[in-house]
Every structure is written in structure tokens, then in C-alpha cells.
């Protein structure tokens, strides 16, 4: 039968998924409701409204897509574009192509553009290319983690709306952690993921739709057969080539209709309840300043120990941060080093990075002075016993520093 479930006390300090706060966790263990029940539609109506803060927004839509941070990237875009509308994609790291490879399946034309894993595109490059394509959707990633670099978006919003596009963003690792005020900076779609600096676990991917995506979406509205109530009109676009995230049919789920789609994710919904309690209780500037300090505290500590950062360093993310892996170690043993003996998990790479840097994550619920500070001497520890000639106890002194 196997023994009782007994997960080790990880201290999880990689990309993401990170450790939920425990206020999250107890919410999650709450009573179970029926999903028509008045206080279960409460419930969705307030967690509506905390996400509505998180995300700046006056806009009407915010929900809950049930899935992890993808099912709503994969919601967004099934739900945006039609056959052989032109997307553009800004790849520049991995979460650019996962958008690339889902717009292609949902039969977009895609303009996939590439530059060097730890930069970031300039506006006026981005003005270049919408210019000539004119495309109906460009989909971009905020921060892309598999690279720690932070897209800035403050001029793409306007210049999509100039040029007649919508504008996705995939805020995923971002939310909650850096500014996104998505009415200030015209974004049409944007999801994000709890397993981030949510502080929750990963299953549950809020999503803000501006008027004029929900104008996209619900005019392909199709509901299904036996549902419609009065008064809905269906839409005369070609039907979403999804059912499960359809997210006209999601929105008449979370709207007073409430028609029924999915079963709510119970339990998740409650997580992502007291995720966003959590952090507008702090209050949103104090938890970006967080991990702006946090991070501030990890890169004084690795370069204290001599170590090198990766990328752009003016647009590495707050909460992300990709260190170089240095000549003569083994990068996978000083993990499993950090694993076995401290219990502290931080992350590899992907692709063209794979074997070359770390990342280590300062976000959410471990965005927090102890588990820099933990961290910190652990890797150094560690590195020392790799016979890595470093300064014996600078890194921690000077994240030290930071936090005076
Ligand atoms: C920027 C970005 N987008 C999407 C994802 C995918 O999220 P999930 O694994 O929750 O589906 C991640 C996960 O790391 C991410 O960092």
C-alpha cells in the first residue's frame, strides 16, 4: 500500500514552483462546497474582485482558469485566434516558443522573431516588425524564467492598439512580483500561475481579459447544446477549437448566469483566494519591494563569492536569477549536493543554457531574508567542498548587508 506520503521539508528556491505559503495551504484544506451553492458564488465573486486589484484593472474580466499557468496561456490564445490570423510571437526564451508551438496549433499564421537567450527586444524593434505584419494577436511573455529576463511592456500595449492588435502577455512568473498595471499599460489578455509569486501551488492560472477581448471572444460564443439561457446571443465568429478552455463559456461560468462548464476547482479557488488576501494585505508595492530586495541580497551574495551573473542584468527579473555555473564544477552535483545535505532545491536550465547556469528563485513565500541567507551558505558550503577556492563567508555578509 505504500508508506504514509511524507514529503521532505524542501526549502524550494529554484524557477518555481516554490513553497506555498501555509495560509495558503490551510485555506485549501477548508469544507468542500456545491458549485451553485450562494456562498460558493461568493466566494468566486470575491476572488474576481481581490484579482481585480492584483491586476490594476477597472476592466470587467478577471478569473480563474483550472489548470496551471499553460491551460491559460492555451485558454488565451484558442480563445483569441481564428484560422490563419497572423500572430506575432517575441521569443526570448522558452515560454516564447511554448506560445509560438500553441498559436500553430490553433491553425495562427505565426511570425516567430528570436534574439539571444538574456536579452531582451527593444521597442523600437518591436515597432519594426507589428508595423509591416500588422498581426491580430501578439503574444509575449513578461518575465521568461528559463532566461530570468523581464520583458518591459509599457510602450507595446499602445503600440498594438495603434496598429489594431491584441496584446497577450504571459505574466505567469511575474504576478504579484513586479508592477503589471494592465489598464496603464493597455494589455488585452494577461494569465499568471500560483506557483510563483503568488505563494500558492501550481494548478490555478488567473486571467484578466480587457472589453476587447471579451469582444473577441463572445462573438465566438457557442454554448452548448441544452444551456442557453434567454437573452444570450451566440456569436457569429468560427467556434473556439477548445471546449475546455473556451473561455466565452468560462466567462458565463463566472458570470452571474452561471451557466454550467467545468467544475470549479474547489479547493484551488480558495488558494488563489488567499494568495491574493496575502498580498494585498502586505500591500502590492511592498511585495514587489521584497523581492526587489531579495534578489538585491542573492546577487550580493553570489558575487561576494566570485560567482558570475547571466544575461542583461538592467532587465533580470526581481525574482529570478541565473548565475554562471563556474569552470571545473559539476552543476548537477552541486544540486544534488544542496538537496541531499540542506534540503534546498534551485534550479537547472533549459536549451542553449543547459549545464551553463543556475537559476535561483527569490519569489513569493520565499522571497524572504532567512532563505537568501540559508541559501546562500549552503551553496557555499557546498561549492567549498568542490574544492571551488572561494571567500569562506562573504556571500551571506553581504546579502547581510542588504537586508541593514
Ligand atoms: C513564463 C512562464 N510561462 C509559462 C509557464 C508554464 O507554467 P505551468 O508549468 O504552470 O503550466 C512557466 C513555468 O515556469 C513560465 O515561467
Redesign the pocket.
Known amino acids: 500500500m505504500y508508506e504514509d506520503l511524507n514529503p521532505a521539508p524542501r526549502l524550494l528556491m529554484g524557477?518555481?514552483p516554490i513553497n506555498a505559503d501555509p495560509r495558503v495551504l490551510r485555506a485549501m484544506s477548508a469544507p468542500l462546497l456545491g458549485q451553485f451553492d450562494p456562498q460558493f458564488r461568493e466566494y468566486l465573486k470575491q476572488v474576481s474582485e481581490l484579482y481585480h486589484a492584483l491586476f490594476h484593472t477597472k476592466n470587467r474580466w478577471t478569473l480563474l482558469v483550472d489548470g496551471?499557468?499553460?491551460?491559460a496561456?492555451e485558454a488565451a490564445l484558442a480563445s483569441l485566434i481564428e484560422q490563419g490570423d497572423r500572430v506575432l510571437v517575441p521569443v526570448f526564451g522558452r515560454?516564447g516558443h511554448?506560445k509560438v508551438e500553441i498559436a500553430k496549433r490553433c491553425a495562427a499564421e505565426v511570425r516567430a522573431i528570436e534574439i539571444a537567450w538574456g536579452t531582451v527586444f527593444t521597442p523600437e524593434r518591436l515597432e519594426k516588425e507589428i508595423k509591416p505584419l500588422k498581426p491580430k494577436i501578439v503574444a509575449v511573455?513578461h518575465?521568461?524564467?528559463s532566461t530570468t529576463m523581464a520583458q518591459p511592456l509599457e510602450a507595446l500595449g499602445k503600440l498594438c492598439r495603434a496598429h489594431e492588435a491584441l496584446l497577450y502577455v504571459?505574466a505567469?512568473?511575474t504576478l504579484g512580483g513586479m508592477d503589471l498595471p494592465v489598464d496603464a499599460w493597455q494589455l488585452d489578455v494577461v494569465s499568471a500561475?500560483l506557483?510563483k509569486c503568488l505563494g500558492g501551488p501550481?494548478g490555478s492560472a488567473p486571467t484578466y481579459l480587457h472589453d476587447r477581448a471579451e469582444k473577441r471572444t463572445v462573438g465566438r460564443r457557442h454554448t452548448e447544446h441544452r444551456l442557453r439561457v434567454r437573452g444570450m446571443e451566440e456569436g457569429d465568429g468560427s467556434v473556439i477549437g477548445s471546449n475546455y478552455f473556451d473561455l466565452a463559456m468560462i466567462m458565463d461560468y463566472w458570470s452571474e448566469k452561471a451557466l454550467n462548464h467545468h467544475t470549479e476547482a474547489t479547493s484551488m479557488l480558495y488558494a488563489a483566494r488567499e494568495s491574493a488576501r496575502i498580498l494585498l494585505q502586505e500591500g502590492l508595492d511592498k511585495a514587489f519591494a521584497r523581492h526587489a530586495r531579495a534578489s538585491q541580497a542573492l546577487v550580493a551574495g553570489l558575487k561576494a563569492m566570485g560567482l558570475e551573473l547571466f544575461g542583461d542584468t538592467a532587465h533580470k527579473m526581481p525574482n529570478v536569477t541565473g548565475v554562471h555555473i563556474p569552470e571545473g564544477v559539476d552543476g548537477e552535483r552541486v544540486r544534488r549536493a544542496l538537496l541531499e545535505h540542506f534540503n534546498i532545491e534551485i534550479g537547472t536550465s533549459f536549451g542553449p543554457l543547459h549545464g551553463r547556469i543556475w537559476r535561483i528563485g527569490t519569489m513569493g513565500y520565499n522571497a524572504r531574508e532567512d532563505a537568501v541567507l540559508a541559501t546562500l551558505g549552503a551553496l557555499e558550503a557546498v561549492l567549498a567542498a568542490q574544492n571551488l577556492n572561494l571567500p569562506r563567508g562573504a556571500a551571506v555578509d553581504a546579502a547581510l548587508a542588504v537586508y541593514r
Open positions: 524557477p518555481g496551471t499557468a499553460r491551460s496561456i515560454f511554448l511573455s518575465g521568461d524564467t504571459d505567469t512568473a500561475g506557483q501550481s
